[in-house]
Nanobody, 113 residues
Framework: QVQLVESGGGLVQPGGSLRLSCAPS????????MLWHRQAPGKQREWVAT???????NYISSVKGRFTISRDNAKNTVYLQMNNLKPEDTAVYYC???????WGQGTQVIVSS
């Protein structure tokens, strides 16, 4: 069974940057797309960004121009570069795939001065 492991979260001041990583563990894994989601305190999990195996990307409007999703196919790892972070970006960030696999533990991002 594939497990996705997220890392790279932390505490950052508004305007700062973080880079999140997501890598699979377990059996061989060749998804057609990878996605980042996030869940803020007291809110439902929301989709943030997608990257297909061909490199096509899409973003929720609130992060366009600030976040960049990318993937290293050789390492089967997906990244989320987050710049100009805002307090409203505070959330636990999760990755998943197409086809969907079990959710990982996520990585906490806190944007606060």
């Amino acid at each position: 069974q594939v497990q996705l492991v997220e890392s790279g979260g932390g505490l950052v001041q508004p305007g700062g940057s973080l880079r999140l990583s997501c890598a699979p563990s377990g059996m061989a894994f060749r998804p057609t797309a990878m996605l980042w989601h996030r869940q803020a305190p007291g809110k439902q999990r929301e989709w943030v960004a997608t990257i297909t195996s061909g490199g096509t990307t899409n973003y929720i409007s609130s992060v366009k121009g600030r976040f960049t999703i990318s993937r290293d196919n050789a390492k089967n790892t997906v990244y989320l570069q987050m710049n100009n972070l805002k307090p409203e970006d505070t959330a636990v960030y999760y990755c998943n795939s197409v086809p969907v696999v079990s959710w990982g533990q996520g990585t906490q991002v806190i944007v606060s001065s």
